[in-house]
């Protein structure tokens, strides 16, 4: 099976920095991706990883480590409207590629 | 959204009713799935498909049955509905390309079962 670890709940301030990190155990890692989520709404895509290294777009990084089973996803320059819940999710080759998502991480932006 | 849509987008059931869950998208992705989400549980997989009449069972199958008969629809049914699958459903499609893929989600069905 699959762990996938990550913090409940954050807070930061607006025009800030914060990094969601992300920890995993898979036997045949292909991918990780992140995604945000309103409440009450659906979740949407943010980034997608396979290899090691920063992808960067716009205010929104994602970095990922395999040998470490370690990713983050790095908001900057926080915005009220970033107040959100962030879902690492992991896909397992050795699973049939089949998608694990972690508990999610909420994210509130104060003033 | 990938042109993603799901029908009813809200449900009121009795438990022990046959209850089907749309998914329909317009652009000929060839990878569906259906998840529940549930708070303390995050998102998990209840079935998907990989093409015309090719399905799998994810991680919370039981009591659900799924069909596809043809590309753009996805069709989710509990078979005879508990209280325990009162949850919010989304339909989820898989784009690929070279090595990068994207998983873009529906807006959600709301089920409630009375």
């Known amino acids: 099976g699959q762990n996938i670890d990550q913090p409940t709940e954050m807070t930061a301030t607006e025009g800030a920095i914060v990094q969601i990190n992300c920890t995993y155990q898979?036997?045949?890692?292909?991918?990780l991706f992140w995604y945000q989520q309103h409440a009450g709404e659906a979740p949407t895509f943010l980034s997608y990883n396979v290899l090691d290294g920063l992808e960067e777009k716009g205010r929104f990084s994602s970095f990922l480590s395999r040998s470490k089973g370690y990713s983050y996803l790095l908001l900057k320059e926080l915005q009220m409207k970033d107040s959100a819940s962030y879902l690492c999710?992991?896909?397992?080759?050795?699973?049939?590629?089949?998608?694990?998502f972690g508990g999610g991480t909420r994210v509130l932006v104060k003033p | 959204d990938a042109g993603i849509t799901q029908s009813p987008r809200h449900k009121v059931t009795e438990t022990g009713t046959p209850v089907t869950l749309r998914c329909h998208q317009t652009?000929?992705?060839?990878?569906m799935y259906w998840y529940r989400q549930d708070p303390g549980h995050g998102l998990r997989l209840i079935h998907y498909?990989?093409?015309?009449?090719?399905?799998d069972k994810g991680e919370v199958s039981d009591g659900y049955s799924v069909s596809r008969s043809k590309t753009e629809d996805f069709l989710l049914t509990l078979e005879s509905a508990t209280s325990s699958q009162t949850s919010v459903y989304f339909c989820a499609i898989s784009e690929i390309m070279d090595i990068q893929e994207t998983q873009y989600f529906g807006p959600g069905t709301r089920l409630l079962v009375l």
């Open positions: 999710a992991v896909r397992d080759a050795a699973a049939g590629n089949k998608l694990t």
């Open positions: 898979t036997s045949g890692f292909n991918g």
């Open positions: 498909s990989y093409g015309v009449k090719d399905t």
């Open positions: 652009e000929n992705h060839r990878y």
